[in-house]
């Protein structure tokens, strides 16, 4: 069973940058892609970006692109770790964000994707204008 955990959130301003980083436990992670959501009070999970391990093949919500970077470590055993560098932080970017895990999907994620086989607990950003 695949276990995320994520890390990384904090206060930030506007304009500036964080990292955030999800930790996963559990399986030889080379076939998986990976991904990041954010979810806002109330809302579903909404994807913002994902990885396919393997090829290191990306994806990102329009919403995000030029401002949010996805990478993952190069770490072939049961533990792997991907981030998410977010720079030019907008307060539209306040959420719980969420990394989730797929094994051998055959596309990547997208926008409007909103399940994944794992979830981790979250990390809450928080963006001040």
């Known amino acids: 069973q695949v276990q995320l955990e994520e890390s990384g959130g904090r206060a930030a301003q506007a304009g500036g940058s964080l990292r955030l980083s999800c930790t996963a436990r559990g399986r030889t992670f080379s076939n998986y892609t990976m991904g990041w959501f954010r979810q806002y009070p109330g809302k579903d999970r909404e994807f913002v970006a994902a990885?396919?391990?393997?090829?290191?093949?990306?994806?990102?919500?329009d919403s995000v692109k030029g401002r949010f970077t996805i990478s993952r470590d190069n770490a072939k055993d049961a533990k792997t770790t991907i981030y998410l560098q977010m720079d030019n932080l907008k307060p539209e970017d306040a959420a719980v964000y969420l990394c989730?895990?797929?094994?051998?999907?055959?596309?990547?994620?997208?926008?409007?994707?909103?399940?994944?086989?794992?979830w981790g607990m979250g990390t809450l950003v928080t963006v001040s204008a």
């Open positions: 990885i396919r391990w393997e090829t290191g093949n990306t994806n990102y919500a």
């Open positions: 989730g895990a797929w094994s051998s999907r055959a596309t990547m994620p997208g926008s409007g994707d909103t399940a994944s086989e794992a």
